[in-house]
Structures are given as structure tokens and as C-alpha cells.
């Protein structure tokens, strides 16, 4: 049986701690050849250690005996005391040092001291205790910026802060457990739903629907919908469990027009919308290697819980999330075929309705799948697409469905005074 070994690290930022004294850790994400994922902590010095054993174990590669063969990276030694700004522009060489270090022969890429370096602690797991009055610090590196020159490393940035709205019971030893009411620190967000964040002293997975934000009901990062569509291939068949999300097989080529932050997207099949996991999905001319990557983030292979499932759900806002119906999906859909001067069909029965009346249609392909050959991906690819089209004005019933609870209160008085008038 071959030995595991690292095969990425991922430098998140750094923690600044209180106790037992004031101290840094830096925080990396390390992924192993059997698709597991783990957060370490690692101070400086114990990381310069384990940098000079590396180098008493491998001479010639360090170059002790001739400079010209060295190929382990160096790594600049530890100031006499620490200060929050070295750490932080010390960032960008370690995640330098990281990336080299990983891409050495697997004799030094793979060895026991590297392996045993990176293998996650009791102590990473389950931190030792707070301080009793100050809060650890926490500030992450932007992925915006390049982790190659340490002069793109953002500043610190304090991590977000979400409140859970129902209790959540983990169903793995990847996940925690949560509580109404708790609030919990987002250290990454995956797009297939799973957040992994930090509450007190417990790390791990949660599903993104169980969490809601301080400011509001509304995501801000969350995307609009995206009517022109993105190709992509199912990995994996799904079954509809609700009333507005699909049924595909593995290998369907769809088009997804609205990408949402809790995992599950909404993707157009022919005349039909509806959710679907994104965990399950390739983006057309991906590598496969990235899509099992992401199918392995927490080592979930069931899709998050959809946020309609919740019982008891306890949100702090006073107006629930707005929400696009799959009618306004598929409206909007064909105005947009409509505005490209595409042709528009008679809507097609939904997979419920479908399922319902066992009526099966041999060879009823979508037009996406007729249209997904090598030919139109190369087009698209190189930017060769027809110049976009300006979209179509929404009508006011959209209007008023979208815009906030403010704007419809003034709506309403400007009617009321117009009809007095």
C-alpha cells in the first residue's frame, strides 16, 4: 500500500493568540494523496526547525557540499521577537517556501520528517484555551492577491462573523456541532456549500443554509443570475427531492444561470429550471482532477441541506431571504431567448410532472447538448461569441419582487397619493 503523502498547502493567514503569552500561528489548510483536507497551526520558529532538520537530512540537496546542487528552498531565520507586521509580510515567503517544498523529488517531497511535519495535532483539533478576557485574532490572506510576491499580501482582514439559525448535529468527525444563537467565524467557503469555520474552539464543516448574516437576511457576496448560461456536465445523477429542483442523469450537459452561495445552483435543462448540488457538476472543459478535488472538500459526498428543510429555523432579521421563483427563472429565460432572436418552444412538462405520468421520450435531447460539441466550447473559449446582447427591462411584477421591503412601502404611498389625487 502506497504511503500517504502532501500533496498541496494552502497558507490561509496567520492567528494572533493570547495565551499562555501573546504569540502567531500561522493557519495552512494541507492536502493529503487520499483527498483528506486538514487545518494546522504551525508557529515560525518550530517551522525554521523543522526547515534546518530537513537540510541536515538532505546535504547535497541544501548544497553543503557543492551550491550549484541545491534545490530545497531556504527560508529567511526567526527574529529574536515577533511583531504582528513581520508576520504578516513574512506571508508571502512562507507560502513561497510551502509551494516549493511540496513540488521537490518525492524522496524530500515525500519523506517521513516532511510528512510527520505537516500531520495534524491533538492540539490543532482542539486548541489549547483562550485567553479569559482576550479574543484570538484572526486575519486571512486575500485570494484576490498572488501568495507569490509578499508585496501583493493583503492586510490583515478580521474573518466574518454568521449566526446559526438551528441547532446542527455533525455527521462526521469533519464537522461540528452547532447551536441556535451560536456565532461562528468563516475561515473558507466552499462553493459546494460546505463552509468550514471556527466557533470558540471548535473547527470544522457546517452547511452553509444553517448560517445567516449579521447585517442582514441578503448574501452581499451572492451573484445575480446569469440568464446567457455556463456549460456544464453532471458527474453524478441526483434525484429531485423538492418540487423546484430537477432530476438529471450522469453525463447531461447543462446550463447553470444562477450560482448560489448554499451549494445548490439553478441550472436550465432545455425549457426547464430548477436546484441542483453543485458538488455534482464539471464546468465543460475542466480537468477532472479539480472536480474530484472539490467533490473531496470535507469528505462529504452527500450535498449540503437545503435551508427550506431546516425545522425551527430562529433567524435575528425580521424579513425572511428573498427568493426567485422557478416560474420567474424559466419568464426570464425565455425573454432572454427572445432578446437574442432565438426561437421560443411551448415549456415542456417539469421531471416531477414527468415522473408523475411515466412518460418517457426516447432521444428528447436538450438543445444546450446538441450545441456542447468541441467546436462551440473552443468558440467560447477564445471569446468568439456574438456581441452581448443588452437585457431585456424586467417587467414591474419582477421589479416589486425583487427590490427591498422600503422601496415597495414608497411604491405603495406614491400610488395611494396619485389615485387620491
Known sequence: MEEIYVRHVELLGFEKRF??????????????????????????????????????????????????????????????????????????????????????????????????FFRVRPEDENPPASHPIKRNETYVVSKDKSSSNASEISGPIILESYRVIADYSKTSKHEIYLQTGEYVEI???????????????????????????????????????????????????????????????????????????????????????????????????????????????????????????IRNANSIHGRARQKISQDTYRRNSKRFAQQKGGRVTQPKKTSMEKNEDNVNIPGNKSPVESLANEKFIAERSQGKNEVPMIPPRPSPEIIMERCTEDTRKRLSLRKSSTSSS
Open 187 to 309: 475561515v473558507e467557503k466552499s462553493p459546494n456549500g460546505w463552509w468550514f469555520c471556527q466557533c470558540e474552539a471548535r473547527r470544522g464543516w457546517v452547511p452553509a443554509s444553517y448560517l445567516e448574516p449579521l447585517d442582514g437576511p441578503e448574501e452581499s457576496e451572492e451573484e445575480a443570475p446569469n440568464y446567457a448560461g455556463e456549460l456544464y456536465i453532471t458527474i453524478k445523477a441526483y434525484k429531485a427531492a423538492l418540487e423546484d429542483e430537477l432530476t438529471l442523469e450522469q453525463g447531461v450537459t447543462i446550463e447553470v444561470i444562477h450560482k448560489l452561495l448554499d451549494g445548490w445552483w439553478v441550472v436550465r435543462y432545455g425549457e426547464e429550471t430548477g436546484h441542483f448540488p453543485s458538488m455534482f457538476l464539471l464546468k465543460t472543459g475542466g480537468k477532472r482532477d479539480v472536480s474530484e478535488s472539490d467533490l473531496s472538500n470535507n469528505q462529504k459526498k452527500t450535498p449540503p441541506p437545503r435551508r427550506s428543510t
Open 19 to 116: 495565551f499562555p503569552s501573546q504569540h502567531y500561528v500561522y493557519m495552512m489548510m494541507v492536502k493529503w494523496s487520499d483527498l483528506l483536507e486538514k487545518l494546522i497551526y504551525r508557529r515560525y520558529p518550530e517551522i525554521h526547525t523543522f526547515h534546518k532538520s530537513l537540510i541536515d537530512m538532505f546535504p547535497i540537496e541544501s548544497g553543503y557540499i557543492e551550491k550549484k546542487d541545491r534545490i530545497i528552498p531556504s527560508l529567511p531565520a526567526p527574529r529574536w521577537l515577533d511583531s504582528q507586521k513581520s508576520t504578516e509580510t513574512r506571508q508571502g515567503t512562507l507560502a513561497e517556501y510551502c509551494h516549493a517544498l511540496i513540488s521537490l523529488p518525492p524522496r524530500i517531497s515525500r519523506c517521513k520528517l516532511l510528512c510527520g
